[in-house]
């Protein structure tokens, strides 16, 4: 019997599917695979920082700024008297691990944030706003609770959550991270970190003062239905409402047998 070699048909590798639909195929799959891999990484990332010290994250942070940030003159009073506020406030906490300091963001929008490595971000639309030491000393001692708390390790952005991971491994600092307020400052925390720093940061003010008069006051005069107000208000956006977060603060000192009564610091500016 005579073997006849026989050509194999036409188009033998050439397959039914159109070639643009094959590249398609291929292209969305390797993105699945690695947005897989990404999404893992960050999870793993997010358990790491667990178990990076508070006093590790005020070492790697320790002169970190965010890259966005428009801050007002060094010798601005508001500035320099928030500071001293900041530290005055801090002093009731006598083991913290951190170096606290404040910049004031040139921002028109109220808002308030606590940042890696013990950095406090008030906007200067706040301090537009506040109109007693009082005021202020319960949105910065809220502020603390949540470096108290460490809830600001959840609120890290993906990008600088990688990096400090990267930077803990290599023994490198993230000075140099381009992360911007936005990304951060728009990660709110639970209901319950909310309330849990707000009794951290009453607690502050009491010691200071003692008694935790008009700490709820601006939240008062926030209390509005004016929308157009409250654009200017991010806080807002990250906070609870402020309706329940007065009968609260309230509740929490009557708890305490905390006064809700007593004289008000005036601000110096
Ligand atoms: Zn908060």
């Known amino acids: 019997m005579r073997f006849v070699a026989r050509q194999p048909k036409e188009g033998i590798n050439v397959s039914d599917t159109h070639p643009l639909v094959e590249a398609g195929t291929l292209v969305v799959g390797l993105m699945a695979i690695f947005a897989a891999i990404t999404l893992a990484l960050v999870f793993l990332v997010e358990i790491a920082l667990y178990f990076v ?17 428009v801050t007002v003159a060094s010798d601005d009073d508001r500035l320099q ?4 506020l900041v530290a005055r406030l801090a002093e009731h906490w006598p ?25 406090i971000i008030v906007t200067r639309g706040l301090l537009d ?25 959840r609120a890290l952005g993906r ?5 400090m991971f990267f930077a803990v491994v290599t023994g490198g600092d993230v000075a140099g991270l381009g992360i911007k ?39 008062e005069r926030w209390d509005i239905e004016d929308t157009a107000f409250i654009e200017l208000v991010t806080y807002l956006s990250t906070h609870p ?16 047998g905390w006064r809700l009564d007593g004289e008000l610091t005036t601000l110096n500016w």
């Open 53 to 69: 010290s508070a006093e590790d994250e005020a070492k790697l942070f320790g002169d970190w700024l965010p890259a966005d940030l």
């Open 81 to 84: 008297e928030t500071q001293r």
């Open 95 to 119: 083991d913290k691990p951190y170096e606290f300091r404040v910049e004031i963001d040139a921002s028109d929008t109220a808002n308030a944030m606590a940042f890696p490595g013990g950095l």
């Open 129 to 153: 706003q506040v109109e007693s030491e009082n005021e202020l000393a319960f949105v910065l001692g809220h502020e603390l609770g949540h470096f108290k708390n460490r809830d600001h390790r």
């Open 159 to 163: 990008g600088i959550v990688l990096s």
């Open 181 to 219: 307020t936005a990304d951060l400052a728009l990660r709110g925390f639970s209901r319950q970190q909310e309330t849990r720093a707000d009794e951290f940061g009453l607690a502050l003010v009491h010691s200071e003062y003692g008694h935790v008069n008009e700490a709820w006051r601006l939240f």
């Open 241 to 256: 409402e402020t309706g329940d977060r007065i009968v609260d603060i309230k509740q929490h000192a009557e708890r305490e």
